[in-house]
């Protein structure tokens, strides 16, 4: 691809190539693209930078699933896609969300948000899928975390990370569970 292609159109067909590889039909990677371009939307309206550390996250949520977890199907990289667990301001709507995926909405309302009272019992009961779903979008925030202004105190955001999801990454794959520890070994140096 040229240099002057921007960053989102370079993600977009990064997924495609993943959908692929995953052995996804060309009918799940075009509607892919569609939940792709639904979930950036906002993002793009308000992010002058396509470097700033918010801007792909939907797509790199899909792909941390396609690298680390491998065979999922194309509605578990949607939902990844399409949550949104830090900036509420940049997730599509329900309305936006059921126009691609009329499913979608109520497995997205499923997911609790970091710092909810009953996090871990709501995590508990989410689907297989959604779970991955909802580990993959959480640890890609996590990633980005150090270059963006905490929302939640440091030593807060480590604490639940170390109770709620890495024993819940643990739970469900090992893959996710060995990223999960890499980051909560990691993150504790910065406190």
Wanted: proline share 7%; net charge negative.
């Amino acid at each position: 691809m040229s240099p002057d292609v921007d960053r989102a159109t370079q993600m977009a067909a990064s997924l495609r190539r993943a959908a692929a590889r995953l052995g996804l039909g060309e009918g799940e990677a075009d509607w892919l693209k569609e939940v792709f371009r639904v979930a950036m939307a906002r993002r793009l309206m308000a992010l002058d930078d396509d470097h700033h550390p918010a801007c792909l996250h939907p797509g790199r949520s899909a792909l941390v699933l396609v690298h680390d977890v491998g065979r999922v199907g194309a509605d578990v990289l949607a939902t990844a896609m399409l949550l949104e667990s830090r900036d509420l301001q940049w997730r599509a709507s329900d309305a936006e969300v059921r126009h691609v995926a009329p499913e979608l909405p109520e497995r997205l309302a499923a997911v609790p948000h970091p710092g909810d009272e009953d996090l871990v019992e709501r995590l508990v009961l989410l689907d297989p899928g959604t779970l991955l779903a909802a580990l993959a979008e959480r640890l890609d925030h996590l990633r980005h975390e150090h270059l963006r202004e905490p929302l939640t105190p440091w030593p807060e955001l480590h604490a639940e990370v170390g109770a709620v999801w890495l024993p819940m990454a643990e739970r469900t794959h090992p893959q996710l569970a060995r990223r999960y520890r890499h980051w909560h070994r990691t993150f504790a140096r910065r406190l």
